[in-house]
């Protein structure tokens, strides 16, 4: 089994900066991609960016420039840096691991509110 936490998120104003950590625990050798996805009120979840074992990063177009996704496999923490951000970019992030076997495990998702 593996279990994702989450941290870091929080109030901040447009412009300002956040970092989120994803803390992965359990059968950590069973995880290949890892992703932060977020969902906004009323809105479906997306991919905001993910990052790959061996450190293929992909980003949505819409944090391109602005967000940086890291990953560190010693301590098995992923983490998202978040700079000049924008009211659009608020909604719960969650962090996803994906597994050998093919299945994805989720976290249970941090706040994150950019007043304008």
């Known amino acids: 089994q593996v279990l994702l936490v989450e941290s870091g998120g929080d109030l901040v104003q447009a412009g300002g900066s956040l970092r989120l950590s994803c803390a992965a625990f359990?059968?950590?050798?069973?995880?290949?991609?890892m992703g932060w996805y977020r969902q906004a009120p009323g809105k479906q979840r997306e991919l905001v960016a993910s990052?790959?074992?061996?450190?293929?990063?992909n980003y949505a177009d819409s944090v391109k420039g602005r967000f940086t996704i890291s990953r560190d496999n010693f301590n098995n923490t992923m983490y998202l840096r978040m700079n000049s951000l924008k009211s659009e970019d608020t909604g719960v992030y969650y962090c996803?691991?994906?597994?050998?076997?093919?299945?994805?495990?989720w976290g249970q998702g941090t706040q994150v509110t950019v007043s304008s």
């Open positions: 996803a691991a994906d597994r050998l076997a093919g299945s994805r495990r």
């Open positions: 359990g059968t950590i050798s069973s995880i290949t991609t």
């Open positions: 990052i790959t074992r061996d450190g293929s990063i």
